[in-house]
């Protein structure tokens, strides 16, 4: 454990486990304090950024049972910035549960369905909530050629777990390209088309007290399909931000959810909106949260696995968030880099996350900004992006 104090009652209402200890841990850390808060973190770094804003961190693996333990002693309620919970880990927690020494929200149950691509997808179906055609396929060649067929090309192969940031993901565009496909159990899905992507962030309480960031726009980087801009609001008829924003709270309603739930989806060129997927916690799509709304997405996450009254979700300014994804010039620079935040030119922030070392493509920031439209705003966060590469460039 850190030297910070470990009488978590003092700095807090209640005590805020959170499992995972990236940047969305960080903002969650960051986040807790004005709400009275006490946050421990499970990290096997106890000088990463999260580390360094929470009240407690506890050294350990996801998987570390010892450490677990330890979370679970420290905390009243358990939370997540990630879904890849470890079976055994999720074990743990259930029987903690079951025994009323700690809380865990969202529902671990949720959990289990929405980190496996098959169960979410099955879930989705069984529910009636509309995604894309999909099949669970073995590797078998004949099954591979029957999902082709069934689907039609270009199709699209998911691994059941663990992909993320593009990663994970891979277009098959024809039956030759079928010789490529990954081993082993996988989904294939039917490829969208003519389609653009948005996300609806749904908040939900203990009581069922529902509240909604977006929908936003996104856009990703095209080599690596990592997200690369969102701006809020997106530009969609009102037809629109109704259907999505209902299909989305139907999708966290039958989950039973408590917390922030980003769903990301398909805007087909019919405007008929389908689930990609659901990621049960904060989300990348909600970061222009922190500027552009009263309540962010991090502040939303703990009043609602804490038990507070949801605060305000709306947006107060058109805004824009752009990844600082890692380029060959911001690696060297970023090497060193605290995490912190900074002003920009334009009413624009600009948040570092401390990540080291700085892989290429790897989420080493990001900028928002606010202003009179979300187009506007998109112009403010390349003019500092652009500033800050080329900077990179003279260092």
Not at 42 to 69: K, N, W, Y
Not at 300 to 327: F, H, I, W, Y
Request: hydrophobic share 40%; charged share 20%; net charge negative.
């Amino acid at each position: 454990m850190t030297d910070k104090t470990t009488d978590l009652r003092s700095l807090g209402t209640k005590t805020i486990g959170i499992v995972g200890d990236g940047q969305l841990g960080m903002l969650l850390c960051a986040a807790a304090p004005a709400l009275n808060l006490a946050t421990v973190i499970l990290t096997s770094d106890l000088h990463c950024a999260a580390a360094q804003r929470a009240s407690l961190a506890i050294e350990g693996a996801m998987d570390d049972a010892e450490a677990v333990a330890a979370l679970i002693n420290h905390c009243d309620v358990i939370t997540y910035e990630r879904e890849d919970v470890p079976q055994a880990t999720i074990a743990q927690l259930k029987a903690a549960e079951a025994s009323g020494l700690v809380s865990c929200y969202p529902p671990l149950a949720s959990i289990e369905i929405l980190q496996d691509k098959a169960k979410q997808k099955q879930w989705l179906a069984a529910n009636s909530l509309a995604t894309l055609p999909f099949i669970i396929c073995d590797g078998d060649p004949a099954r591979l050629r029957e999902a082709g067929e069934t689907l039609g090309y270009p199709l699209v192969q998911k691994a059941l777990r663990g992909g993320f940031d593009g990663r994970g993901v891979q277009l098959l565009r024809d039956e030759a390209s079928l010789a490529k496909s990954w081993p082993g159990t996988t989904m294939l899905e039917q490829f969208a088309g003519d389609f653009r992507e948005i996300a609806v962030l749904v908040v939900r309480a203990h009581d069922g007290q529902t509240t909604h960031f977006g929908p936003v726009d996104m856009t990703f980087e095209t080599d690596y399909s990592v997200l690369d801009t969102v701006t809020a609001p997106a530009n969609v008829s009102d037809e629109v931000v109704s259907a999505a924003t209902k299909l989305a709270y139907r999708a966290v309603e039958a989950l039973d959810g408590v917390g922030v739930f980003g769903v990301e989806m398909f805007l087909l060129g019919d405007d008929t909106v389908l689930i990609n997927e659901i990621a049960p916690r904060v989300h990348n799509s909600g970061h222009y949260t922190i500027e552009a709304c009263e309540s962010s997405q991090f502040e939303q996450q703990l009043r609602a696995v804490a038990g507070l009254e949801l605060g305000d979700s709306r947006l107060l300014k058109p805004a824009a968030m752009r990844n600082l994804l890692c380029t060959p010039a911001l690696k060297q620079e970023n090497t060193h880099r605290e995490a912190g935040t900074q002003p920009g030119s334009g009413n624009a922030v600009i948040h570092w996350y401390g990540k080291s070392p700085a892989r290429l493509m790897r989420k080493l920031g990001h900028i928002t900004a606010v202003a009179n439209s979300a187009t506007d705003a998109l112009s403010v966060t390349q003019e500092n992006w652009s500033r800050i590469q080329k900077e990179a460039l003279q260092t």
